[in-house]
């Protein structure tokens, strides 16, 4: 039986992640400083803990794992990301869990796998003005200029975990996530992604009223259902001769407007879109470019964005209802 270590089990990728783990016959130690707000997660064990604490992530990552999912990140939606405010935060409480993973890791290097969860948005900002036609391709991350101190630290901890790589062994794997979604994922407070987003405001409006969208909304982006997010890390994760940096994400974008429109025919509602001037929207355009994956993996995503939106749109309704 494989035996792993998930690293913010108790949020939405993390949460996802341990119950296909435990589907698959692991023993899972999940650990988050936070239990997952709407999963009774199946873990063998769930550490109550604070990544940042050294002491308890080398208690975590003993010689019996096989393999660590780190997961675990300072980060939210676009209001948290972009506007500054937390900027510092986010980038020591990230660095500094993931700086204590890799030294976790080190007298384990010969065993282990490790997995480190990092994000689209590392990639160049000047790549991205063009919402129509973005440039995202693994090999085009450098030179480096993200439109954010997230996208910074992101790219800062796949250099570390490389560095680690090559000077401790350590089989390390890197993805870099676009814009993952699904159902029990977080849907208001501010930290929600915008499928969520759309979600919420469309299931709390009542006919005839007016949702807001932020920015222009002609910014382009695309979204990959939860399920087949967890397929490619496990993709991965089971290579033995590739490690990437790889992207996993759809290639079906669309624009923001389009997606609050696809938000409003799910539900059935007679709305209407008002779009409102924010400074924090992010780049212009961004989509995954999934060549890599399917040249060394073999894989790639298939699901379309309206059937998962349908399956998000209908838990978030459910949730709306709980608190009516």
Known sequence: ???????????????????????????????????????DLPSDEFVLGDLRDLKLVESIIDDTIDEVYQLAADMGGAQYVFSGENDANIMHNSAQ????????????????????????????????????????????????????????????????????????????KIVRFHNIFGPFGTWDGGKEKAPAAMCRKVAMASEGDTIEVWGDGLQTRSFLIIDECVDGVLKLMASDTFYGPVNIGSEEMITINNLARMAVEISGKNLTIRNVNVTYTGVRG?????????????????????????????????????ID
């Not at 010969?110 to 693994?138: F, G, R, T």
Request: hydrophobic share 35%; net charge positive.
């Open 1 to 39: 039986m494989k035996r792993a270590v998930v690293c913010g089990a108790g949020g939405f990728i993390g949460g996802h992640l341990v119950v296909r783990l435990k589907s698959l016959g692991y023993w899972v130690r999940a650990v988050d400083i936070k239990r997952h707000e709407y999963m």
């Open 97 to 172: 869990i993931n700086l204590n993973v890799c030294h976790a890791c080190v007298p384990h290097a010969k065993k282990i796998k490790v997995l480190y969860s990092s994000s689209a948005c590392m990639y160049p900002e000047h790549n991205q003005l063009d919402p129509s036609n973005p440039k995202c391709s693994e090999e085009s991350a450098y030179p480096a200029n993200p439109d954010s101190e997230y996208g910074w630290e992101k790219l800062f901890s796949e250099r570390l975990y490389l560095a680690y790589k090559r000077n401790y062994g350590l089989n390390v």
């Open 286 to 322: 961004r989509n995954s470019d999934n060549n890599l994956i399917r040249e060394q993996l073999r894989w790639e995503p298939t699901s379309k964005l309206v059937d998962g939106m349908r399956q998000t749109y209908a838990w978030i309704e459910a949730q709306v209802k709980k």
